[in-house]
């Protein structure tokens, strides 16, 4: 791909002990490698900022990924509580809730990933299905983890007429990874919903009135080799340098 210049894109991460018991920064290796791939330079962003490092940050970045990883506090989205409610992290989730907000006042390009998708929900007031095999009906199979490839596309997906996911994928309809328990349930404030499930689930949003902002509950970083996905990151780093 080639550029002007490379964007330098900031992705979240989280914090995982290791076996000795090490709080270590974590973040899939798939993640960055397909920002090298789309022509960005990637940046992992560590739990710990304040809200000022935070605003410093944005300012020098031109695109941000909110990369997947444990549940949202469901306190955050008055949510059911769940016995499969999983890696619950406060400082996480108020870190991304904040950069979700500081990225849409600077119209920063924003691309969440599966969990990613799930925090730009409820930090524009959106709620969420805490366990989507209990509490929604007639729900398919999402959760294809832990036992099966992460590049295993299960289903397909429905894309809206004239959306960015619509056009950015060249189709009506494609197939994709599913690595969650959790889902939409109410779309949030200045969202539409732009991809679909054959349940009925919403797998894709979008911000309007955002120059790029958008939240897929796929992993296109696990798909090298699926041309949509791969477009998905190529139209994201195009993004990101319209100022």
């Known amino acids: 791909m080639s550029l002007s210049r490379q964007p330098i894109i900031g992705i979240t991460s989280d914090v995982i002990l290791n076996p000795d018991g090490v709080p270590i920064c974590q973040l899939a290796d798939a993640y960055p490698r397909a920002v090298l791939r789309a022509g960005g330079i990637p940046l992992v962003i560590p739990l710990g900022l304040d809200e000022n490092k935070m605003e410093t940050l944005l300012e020098e970045l031109d695109g941000l990924i909110l990369s997947g990883g444990g549940d949202i506090d469901p306190q955050r989205f008055n949510g059911t509580p769940h016995p499969r409610v999983y890696g619950i992290s406060p400082e996480r989730d108020g870190q991304e809730f904040f950069l979700v907000h500081k990225a849409l006042e600077l119209d920063k390009a924003l691309l969440g990933i599966c969990r990613g998708s799930?925090?730009?929900?409820?930090?524009?007031?959106?709620?969420?299905?805490?366990?989507i095999a209990d509490q929604k009906s007639q729900a398919h199979k999402h959760d294809w983890f832990p036992d099966y490839p992460r590049d295993r596309q299960s289903h397909t997906v429905n894309l809206k007429k004239g959306s960015k996911l619509n056009q950015i994928y060249?189709?009506?309809?494609?197939?994709?990874?599913?690595?969650?328990?959790?889902?939409?349930?109410?779309?949030?404030?200045?969202l539409?919903?732009?991809?679909?499930a054959p349940d009925g689930l919403v797998e894709g949003l979008e911000v309007p009135a955002a120059n790029f902002a958008v939240g897929v509950q796929?992993?296109?970083?696990?798909?090298?080799?699926?041309?949509?996905?791969?477009?998905?990151?190529?139209?994201?780093?195009?993004?990101?340098?319209?100022k």
Not at 118 to 131: F, H, P, S, W
Not at 173 to 187: A, D, K, P, Y
């Open 192 to 196: 539409i919903a732009t991809a679909f």
């Open 170 to 190: 060249t189709a009506d309809e494609t197939r994709v990874n599913s690595l969650h328990h959790q889902g939409i349930f109410e779309v949030g404030t200045g």
């Open 218 to 242: 796929w992993h296109p970083e696990c798909l090298p080799d699926d041309a949509g996905s791969q477009n998905l990151f190529l139209a994201f780093i195009q993004a990101s340098l319209k």
């Open 118 to 131: 799930q925090v730009l929900n409820v930090a524009l007031g959106g709620k969420l299905y805490t366990d």
